[in-house]
Structure formats: C-alpha cells, structure tokens
C-alpha cells in the first residue's frame, strides 16, 4: 500500500457542479484519498427510512475518476434532527441528569439499542451503495468515540453487564461476588439486589464500582461499533478495511478491545496551541501502533491551524511537513488534512483548510503539495515497510482510570507519568512500542519493556512479566506498580504486590510529595545528587537486590532508604523506581538502563532537536527546529528526497528539514549479492 495524502471532503456543503474544481485541486495537489460521509446522516437519510446516498455514490465515483481513492465515515456521531426529536431516548444523559441537545454532534447516548439500530441501518445502506464501489478502500465507523451516559437505559445495561462479570463457579450472576471484589461493607453500599446497583455519576464513588463502568462504557462503544461493522462487512467487498479514528491519549474508553474488532488504527493528530514537540507526537504514534501492532493511518491532522485551542496558532511553515513525516517515521501510512474546505457556517469556520471560502487554495495548500511530492519521490521506498522496537512502554486505561480517580497527590498524572518514561527513550531516537500492560512480550525481541506503572496486576499480567524476564528482558517498574488488583482493591500482599518476587523489593510506606524530597544516585560508580516530586516510595529491597539510589532528608521516613532497586532475575533484571524524579536524574537513570540493556537508538549522536526513525532500511532525520542542522552518519548515506545529491556521511536539515536516508553501502551489497546470486 502507498503512503497515501489526502484530506476530508465535504462534498455535502457544495453543489454538484463545484465538485470536480475540488478534485483537481486535489490532484494537482498531489492527494491520494479523500475522507467522505462521517456526519452526512441528514443528507443520506433526510426523513426517517427515505435514503438518498445518489449523492454520495457520484461523489466516490467522481473521485475515482479523478484518481483518488476513496474512504467512506458513517456518520453516527451526528444523527439527524428527526432522529432525537422523534425518540428522544437516543441522545446521551450527563452526570446531572441533563439530557444532551440536539445542534451538536456525538450527542447520542452509546447504550440505546435503538440508536444502535438506526446506525447499523445507515450503515447497511451505505455498505450495499457503496460496498463494491471502484475506488472505496475502506471505512471508518463513526468519529472520534468521546461521550459517556447516565442513562436509565445505561444503568440497565451496567447491570446486566455486571450479572456476565461477576459469576460464581458455575457461572451464575453472583452478587456476593460483587460486594467482596467492591468491599461494600464499606460506608454500608452492600447491594442486595442488581437493581440498587448506580451508575457513579457523581464523584467520590467506590473505586470498584468506578472501574467497572468505565469498563462497561468500553464494552457499550464495543457492541455499538460491531453493530456497524457487522452491517458494513455483510456487504463490503473482503479487500475493504474497517477502521475508526482516535483522539491519542484519550482516555474515555478502553482502545484495546475496541481495536479488536477494527482492521486498522487511525488517529487525529492536532497540536492545538503551541508548535510541534516530535517527542510527544512519537509518544501517540507509538500508542496508536501498538493498537493493533501494525502501521496506522493519521485519519486527521492540521492544515496550519485548529479553531477550537486557547490560542490557534498556525504552525511555522514548514513545520507541517515535519510533523506528517514524524507519523511516517513512526508508522503512519496516511496523512489526512482536516479538512479539505471549510462549510460557510456550521462550528468551525475558523479551522485551517487546504481551500478558503472562495474555493481557491490558501497558503498552506503549497506545503502539502511539498510534501506530495516527498512522498512521490520515497513513498516507494517505505512500501511494505515498519518499525521494529527493541523497547515497550506498557500502557493500560483501567490503570489510568484507577490512578485518577485516587491521584493522592493531585499532580500525578497518570498520563504524564507515563510520557515521563517515554521521552528519555524517544529523544534518544530509540524505537519503542507503546502496548498494552495485557500485550505478549516474550519473543517479540524487546530488550527493555517499562511500566509506568503497571498498577493493576492480576495473575496473567504477572506471569508475562516474569517470562520475559526469565528470557533475559530488562523490566523497569515504577512506582505505584502493583498497587491494586483487578477490581480496584488494594492486594492482600505490599506493593508491588504479585511482582515482588520478580523486582525483589516490597514497597513500606508511599508518599505524597508536598515540596520534593533529595535522591542521591549511583549508577555504575558515577553519582548523582537531585530531587523526587510529587510521590515517593520507602523500598525495602531483598538480599538479592541493589540499591541504585537512595533518599537524602525530606520528610523524615524516607531519609536515607532506598528509593531506587535493581534486582538480577533468572537471565533477566527488574529496576524498581520508586519516586516520580525529577527529569535530569530520570534522564541519568534512563540512560543507564538502556545501556545496560543494550538497547540501541535508530542512529547515535544526533543534534539537538534531531531525531531518526526508522522503517525497514529506510532511514528518516527530521529536524524539529529551526535552526540547521548536520547529522554525521555512520556510514555513507543517500537522501531520497534530494536524489541530485551524491551518498555522503553529512546530511545537512534546514530549519524543519527532513531528509529519507538509505544506507548506501548497504544498497550496494544487497544489490552485489543479488548479481553473484543470478
Ligand atoms: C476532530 C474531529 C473533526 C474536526 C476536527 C477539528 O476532533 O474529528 O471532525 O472537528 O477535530 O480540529
């Protein structure tokens, strides 16, 4: 498959007769696909069971025609006025009780068999116009899942849903289950009937109880995509994709079991306010291929600016082709803009567009033509290829779900622990997969797998840890891993509870961090003296196990214990990290483990501000300033992009510069071997 280009296109909000000025544009632009359909429900369903999708079916075929292929939204996140107002029971309840107002979109309440039925019919529909439609390369089901519900009907469906989770030995619904795993004598929620059972709408719920929904949520977007997909696939030709599009880090449902069902992982990449930061957007892309462990497509992304940030800056030129190559570079295979021109009214007038208003190009129109032609240039080169990492940050929502509702100290961030781990691995160009806590990691080749933290460990979780281990693995833990068990109750053991055998250390005592607390550091016989913020743990460590730092004075219980652990088990090591350190002391400690690791970056002593992907033999450099830049290769390298240019072991990167390296010494051998094989 192609790196594709392309944009979302609202053929809906023009006439007919504009269509094909558009897809010129489009061409000569260089665009591969177009995104068409997500939010069209009043234009393919005017009146309750009438479809038009004429409409809809001219435009894939104008596209198609003009060379671009084709990826056709179900547009359920905006259900039509006809829809809510007839059966009001589709749209979502808030945590107050309020019902959600039609004038919006993703207003529906995800629950609803009803809704669900209606979308599972536009769906079909579209799937019998277009299922076999030339140029259709796939689908995406819905936009950017975000909203939960406090609906009767949720409630209803919690319950049942809970009556499948809690069983007893021979299968059957078991309340006692259920107020064990929650501890419902506490504050006297014991529940002697399914019915008593609430949805947490309000704070400060039972952490069990608030776990649960969260999970309940993810199986209800699960059951309202598969309606969708069910309907699609039943008349889609076999070759179509499914796919549906992420908001990165977005926490309101569990991606990984909503994956399961989905061929492919998108996601929408805004930056907001600010200027792109390639670490941080390494940290999505890596996210969003460890959905389904495969390449991704960026299913959105900036023209230049948004309209819904504090402040809508428009990236610096340049800055745009940068930071769709960073998505290549970690696995993107597609780079859409959203979108393509904006609706004369309607909520987002102001966003960035290719074309303006008046239907003619607007400045940032030229810099997607720039990259157009990069991809013309390489895009051969990356056909088929993707990332291989010798590193695993482990992620889970249930952990993030379980930390946030009891942060303990209101700065620790589950989220911003979590990149504090990936960003001394990423700016060190170090490839690195971000999978799930529940991912296999034995045979996949990682060499340091991080978790931080694994919060929630359960018997499987445990198991998979120590057999990569065993294998000779590198495991860090972080502090608060270990903490709860599956239903979001404390374990009967000290933290880290299943995995103190593994990590050889138990955790006394946890603190919250009024101001900071002084770690000293001593790696290897280098120290280093700095501070811990925000939470710090008192390790007890085994015999067995070494010390790596230890506290200086600060509250009094954690002078002087060791607040940082390494342990020798079987072929392989766990390092237990027990405070949140500040960034240069994690950077020191980081940098250590991925020595004694043996871990390798993508290429070694890169600039500031420069970093190196890497797909199959392909090579890409990206500067992320705007300063210039050299890069010393260790080896003679060619710069696809620059085919004038002879191999050199100097790659020069303007401000924003890019540069797609093929090792040319290598390029020689493989094609010395292919000769003396012939
Ligand atoms: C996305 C959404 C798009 C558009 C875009 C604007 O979250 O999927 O439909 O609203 O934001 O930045």
Partial sequence: MPIHLGAAWYPEHWPEERWQVDLDLMRAAGLTVVRIGEFAWADLEPVEGQFDLGWLVRATEMAHASGLSVVVGTPTAAPPAWLTAAYPEVLAIDGSGARAQHGKRCHFDVTSPLYRAFCARVAERMALALGHAPGVIGWQIDNEYNRLTYSPQAATAFRLWLQEQFVDEQGRPSLARLNRAWSTSYWSERYTDWAQIPLPAEDNHNPGLVLSFRRFMTHAYREYQRAQVQAIRAHADPSHWITSNFMGFFD????????????????????????????????????????????????????G??????????????????????????????????????????????????????????????????????????????????????????????????????????????????????????????????????????????????????????????????????????????????FKDYNNALPPQRQPALLQDLAGVQVEEYYAVLDTVKVDLSLGGATATGEAHTWAEWLVPGRATQVLARYGSGNGWLDGQPAVTMHQAGRGRVYYVGAWLADDLQDRLLAWIIAQAGVEPVLDKLPVGVRASRRGDVHILLNGGREAATVTLPWPGKDALRPDRAASDQIDLGPYGVAVVTNDQADQYQTGQRTSDE
């Avoid at 061929?263 to 999505?284: E, K």
């Avoid at 998505?327 to 597609?334: L, S, T, V």
Wanted: aromatic residues 10%; glycine residues 10%; negative net charge.
């Fill in 252 to 303: 309101g449902f569990d991606h990984y079991p909503i994956c399961e069902d989905l061929d492919l992982a998108c996601w929408d990449h805004y930056i907001g306010t600010g200027n792109l930061d390639l670490d941080r957007a390494a940290a999505s892309h890596d996210l969003t291929r460890g959905f389904k462990r495969r390449n991704f497509w960026v299913m959105e992304t900036q023209p």
């Fill in 305 to 482: 600016c948004v309209n819904w940030a504090p402040i809508n800056n428009v990236l610096n030129r340049g800055e745009a082709r940068t930071m769709a190559w960073n998505g290549i570079g970690h696995g993107a295979d597609a780079v859409l803009y959203w979108q393509w021109r904006p609706a004369p009214g309607g909520q987002e007038q102001y966003h960035g567009s290719l074309l303006g208003p008046d239907g003619r190009p607007r400045p940032f129109y030229r810099e997607v033509g720039e990259l157009a032609a990069d991809l013309q240039l390489v895009g051969p080169l990356l056909d088929g290829t993707t990332v291989s990492a010798p590193v695993a940050v482990l992620h889970s929502y249930d952990d993030r779900w379980a930390i946030d509702h009891q942060r303990h100290h209101r700065g620790f961030d589950p989220l911003a622990h979590l990149l504090h781990y990936h960003r001394p691995i990423a700016r060190r160009s170090i490839a690195t997969d971000i999978v799930s806590t529940r991912a296999d990691l034995v045979g996949r080749g990682y060499r340091l797998v991080v978790g931080a933290p694994i919060h929630i460990v359960d018997e499987s979780i445990a198991a998979e840890l120590a057999a990569y281990v065993r294998e000779g693995g590198h495991l860090v833990l972080s502090a608060r891993s270990g």
